[in-house]
């Protein structure tokens, strides 16, 4: 017979790609395994391709229409990765043995408000992967996964010829301001990269966009070359950014999708951290050759959130104002020059 289990996470893209080695391993690992998977319908693109999945059920905004397309599944077993009210209501009424990820809100609280330091130092795949401990379900070592439709793959022929020969993706978008580095701090990073940059982000980041080659190009010292940039910003959907970021030497981003997508790849990926830590457990899921966090460690007032804000609660945003954004760029170049 086989054991038909719901996976239920509703968002982000992020949050959703480090759940993927739980749905292989379910499948690979249990036998005969039937995994269908719950999110939002706007992050369809994130699990479209996953071939470990054997059936998709998109929430619409009404919960009941999904609650009663889900009974229509006779499923054995819940396995609740977003531990939300939302899946908390879908479990209520499903009436199913549920398995529930530990979102440590506790240990997240004290460590931002108090200051308190008991967090586990284990990444949160490693959690995720603790739901589905009765059924033996074991770490395989073979990361995470994103899989790209062929039809979204971007062929680097339509870029300008001096891309093609390599290029680092600066990934500048984040959900929250105090993830992001200020704009003038990007623009002095492309000043001081050798290679070519292509600029990844959404529609919403094409303002910002424009500011970093604006000041990129104002950097740049007398008789210097200017930077050579790509905005792509808003003129890519996620499975093409996708492409372009499997296809990039170097991944510069934020604590943002594109990194755990990046992740996926097996990427060189420099993470930038403004008000929230790695300890968390959300950096990049990558052997430790591939991965470089870049943060300013010792200030007392780092984390001030377990997510983020608009702007610096204080308004000196100093987790982000002193990154080394030179040390930031050296690494960067380094990484490239061994790139074929």
Known sequence: MPVRFLVVRFS???DIVLTTPVIRGLKTQVEEAQVHFVTKK????????NPYIDKIHLYDGDLNVLID??????????????HNLRSFLLKRRMGLIAFSFNKINLQKWLRVVLKIDVLPRKHIVDRYLET??????????KGLDFFIDPANEVDLTTLPDVFRKGYV????????????????????LCAQLKYPVVILGGKDSVEKAQEIVRYAGSYVTSGASLP????????FNLQQSASLVRQAGVVITHDTGLMHIAAAFQKNIISLWGNTIPEFGMYPYVSPEKSFIFETKGLWCRPCSKIGYKKCPLGHFKCMQNIDVSAVAHKCNELMSYCP
Do not use: W
């Open 42 to 49: 706007a992050f369809l693109p994130v699990v479209a391709n």
């Open 228 to 235: 050579i940039i790509y905005d792509a910003c808003g003129k």
């Open 169 to 188: 993706a600066l990934v500048i978008g984040a959900q929250h301001g105090t993830k992001q580095m200020p704009d003038d701090r990007l623009g002095m």
């Open 69 to 82: 397309e889900l009974r229509s599944e006779d499923f054995d077993y819940i396995i609740d990765l977003h």
């Open 132 to 141: 589905c401990y009765l059924f033996d379900v074991e770490n395989d070592g």
């Open 12 to 14: 982000s893209i992020g």
